[in-house]
């Protein structure tokens, strides 16, 4: 999105007689709207929104390509130390965490957690790593696939198997879609089961967050502000009766719009409670997650 908003303002010509900095944010905002009417913008690309405006306002005292050079060099630095960068700072911090015969576990695939286990791999650590998934999307098959490649001991199971694999678990690394400002973190669906199954266990729960997904904004559940999936991911098949053959058999309900008696409804994200969360790992340190407010209040005068 950020690289799209530099080739808009690369190609922006400000209109006879006025000035870029009033003129360019109405420009940008048919555009802001296309991506959010293809798809619900995240916390994050709302927050890199905010920067991109926030910077506008900078360039009342320079010419066009003066605030042409300025905005688009602001962009590249906010790509290269809160998305970029980010990500290594966590491994650096998150890899401090990880000891020899530790067992690993975490849910579907994060970067920043992928990150954290090859920077622990590369510094020499033993440990190995259970990856729970769940359907539809299964995300966790392309962790499993990298870290294999690097040689990591792995194990795969799906969610309905997490009680059973967490008694071996250490520590539990998960990634995030965003952290609200009561420190409730909401991530892929199936999260908040894998963090209150962990409690039950009394394995800590370690969440990898860069502050660009850091909301100001509370959240407590999952219905106020979700993300509705697409429902044919869902609608594979499902087991019913052949009362012929005394046996089960799929029946396909790839057809379930014209089934009155059948709905789909596939929520993308959970909402964990701050209460099953040990840490917050992010590129500025390791904070507890009743502190995201001091976070966003270090960053209001910069980019958020």
């Keep these: 999105m950020l690289t799209a908003f530099k080739d808009v303002i690369k190609d922006y010509t400000t209109p006879e007689g006025q000035s870029l900095h009033r003129t360019l944010e109405p420009h940008l905002k048919p555009h802001i709207q296309y991506l959010t009417d293809c798809r619900p913008h995240s916390i994050s690309m709302g927050n890199a929104i905010k920067f991109v405006k ?28 809160r998305v970029v960068w980010a990500d290594r700072g966590i491994a650096t911090f998150g890899v401090t965490k990880i000891n020899d015969g530790d067992v690993i576990l ?11 286990l090859e920077a622990a791999m590369q510094a020499g650590k033993k440990f190995r790593v259970i990856i729970v998934d769940s359907q539809p999307k299964k995300e966790g098959k392309e962790l499993l ?7 990591v001991k792995c194990s795969y199971v799906l969610i309905n198997a997490v009680s059973y694999v967490m008694k071996e678990a250490t520590k539990v690394f998960i990634g995030a879609f965003t952290l609200f400002a009561n420190g409730n ?18 394995v800590p729960v370690i969440v990898c967050c860069e502050t660009y ?19 044919d991911e869902l609608a594979l098949t499902a087991p019913a009766q052949d009362t012929s053959r005394k046996a089960t058999r799929d029946v396909d ?26 840490m917050v790992v992010t590129e500025v340190g390791m904070i507890p997650p009743t502190s995201v407010p001091v976070v966003l209040r270090e960053y209001s005068d910069q980019t958020i």
């Design 54 to 81: 926030k910077e506008i306002t900078h360039t009342q005292e320079m010419s066009e390509q003066e605030a042409k050079d300025y905005l688009i060099k602001r962009i590249d630095e906010f790509i290269k130390e």
């Design 106 to 116: 975490t849910y579907a695939r994060s970067n920043s957690v992928q990150c954290t």
């Design 145 to 151: 696939r990298r870290l294999m490649h690097m040689g």
């Design 185 to 202: 973190v909401m991530s892929r669906a199936g999260t908040s089961v894998v963090a209150m199954m962990a409690q039950a266990y009394h």
């Design 213 to 231: 997904k850091f909301c100001e904004r509370a959240q407590i559940d999952s219905f106020v502000y979700n993300e509705v999936g697409d429902p």
């Design 253 to 278: 309900v790839s057809n379930w719009r014209k089934m009155d008696n059948f709905k789909v409804l596939n929520l993308v994200y959970d909402v964990t409670p701050a209460t099953f969360v040990t």
